[in-house]
């Protein structure tokens, strides 16, 4: 049996963007994507501290050093710029897998969004 088991999070950034007219997403600084260990069209949660809203999209990359994250398309709706969120990715696993794995836990400076 597989289980989805959090892989993978990025706590508490700041939206520094809503973009409603692009094609969907959310842009991360390149820093960021690597930090965690996310991959460029990989799904992901986004959960708002602000609003409580959840949802689903994938990981584009932005500028490096940026401190970038951008909410794209339809999920533009669901963030203002300034509001806090946390970034998940999910694996699927066997139980006897989940119960050793550590997941990448990154926690950015909230107010610039960069590694410390």
Do not use: W
């Not at 997941?103 to 410390?116: S, Y």
């Amino acid at each position: 049996m597989l289980i989805n088991v959090m892989r993978a999070k990025l706590h508490r950034l700041t939206v520094t963007q809503a973009d409603l007219n692009y094609i969907g997403s959310i842009t991360l600084d390149p820093d960021l994507i690597e930090a965690a260990g996310l991959v460029e069209g990989e799904r992901v949660q986004i959960v708002n501290i602000n609003n409580g809203e959840r949802l689903e999209t994938y990981v584009i990359t932005g500028e490096r050093g940026s401190g970038q994250v951008c909410l794209n398309g339809p999920a533009a709706r669901k963030v203002q710029p300034g509001d806090i969120v946390i970034v998940i990715a999910y694996a699927m696993m066997t139980v006897e897998e989940a119960q050793g794995y550590t997941p990448r836990l990154v926690f950015p400076d909230t107010a610039t969004n960069r590694l410390t």
